[in-house]
């Protein structure tokens, strides 16, 4: 299975940028997965990267390096309601369907 | 998009209560859905991963006989937490996945489960 690492919590200031980073083991890869996670709520998916580069949704863009096992979720124009917890999620094994997730990153948004 | 509803969102029950929960999706065919539970602060933790027509397949430590899974149809999977207990007050969280693994899983709203 996988072994993601993520950072436990950050904090950013409303209006700025945050890049939360995602380390992941290789074997078995097909793709990574980033929900975001409000308190209290089921995660939602923001976005999925199975090629290197930079993919772009609006505010939100994710990043990926198969060779180097790494991800990161890149958050623009920091808004209050972006506060919540980013979960990276990979599958847990070639052929799988189940996700391993992270812990979560819990991301407060200061004014 | 993907649509995942969950029923009931909030349960409040005495102990010795067996609890079912639903979990459907909306406009899309799901072979394969997953259970999860989740403790205030933690992360989410798999329960089992119940594919349609077939048993489910529980994770270590996740009790099949309490937890009683059935997907009987595409869009239809349900979990009954029998003799509930206040330790199994939680909020638990199923998801769809399309069939292809370039998909998404699609989580429904959770339900949030207190025994008292």
Known sequence: GQNIDQPTEMTATEGAIVQINCTYQTSGFNGLFWYQQHAGEAPTFLSYNVLDGLEEKGRFSSFLSRSKGYSY???KELQMKD???????GYSGAGSYQLTFGKGTKLSVIP | GAVVSQHPSWVICKSGTSVKIECRSLDFQATTMFWYRQFPKQSLMLMATSN???????E???????FLINHASL????????????????FYICSAQQTSRNQPQHFGDGTRLSIL
């Open chain 1, 73 to 75: 979720l890149l958050l």
């Open chain 1, 83 to 89: 506060s919540a917890s980013y979960l990276c999620a």
């Open chain 2, 52 to 58: 349609e027509g077939s048993k489910a397949t529980y």
């Open chain 2, 60 to 66: 270590q430590g996740v009790e099949k006989d309490k």
């Open chain 2, 75 to 90: 869009t239809l999977s349900t979990l009954t937490v029998t003799s509930a207990h206040p330790e199994d007050s939680s």
